[in-house]
């Protein structure tokens, strides 16, 4: 079983800039943190979580929320087990829990829409003006 942690959420100025981390441990170790693909959510109060932006195992194909485009860059270091999200032009729309998910398969074929599998506890970003 593949566990995400989160870190990075910080409360930052409306234009600010902040970079989300996520590592995956798996119980029993021995996992292949390439073949899983990597998935950030959000999810601000009172409203439905949604995808922001997804990247292959290979760091190949990424998938971005079009209201994210240009504004946040999902990558990944293997050799490190971690993906990050570098966000920047932050919005007070763009607050919310930050959620790491994991899948298996490293084609993320469906992109934000596909079934994400494992999930992080989240971290807390907060935009003020």
């Known amino acids: 079983q593949v566990q995400p942690v989160e870190s990075g959420g910080d409360s930052v100025q409306t234009g600010g800039s902040l970079r989300l981390s996520c590592t995956a441990s798996a119980s029993g170790g021995g996992y292949d943190f390439e073949t899983y693909c990597l998935g950030w959510f959000r999810q601000a109060p009172g409203k439905e979580r949604e995808g922001v932006a997804a990247?292959?195992?290979?760091?190949?194909?990424?998938y971005y929320a079009d209201s994210v485009k240009g504004r946040f860059t999902i990558s990944r270091d293997n050799a490190r087990n971690t993906m990050y999200l570098k966000m920047d032009s932050l919005k007070p729309q763009d607050a919310g829990m930050y959620y790491c998910?994991?899948?298996?398969?490293?084609?993320?074929?469906?992109?934000?829409?596909?079934?994400?599998?494992?999930w992080g506890q989240g971290t807390q970003v907060a935009v003020y003006s």
């Open positions: 998910a994991a899948r298996e398969g490293p084609l993320c074929s469906g992109g934000l829409a596909a079934y994400f599998k494992y």
């Open positions: 990247i292959s195992g290979s760091a190949f194909a990424t």
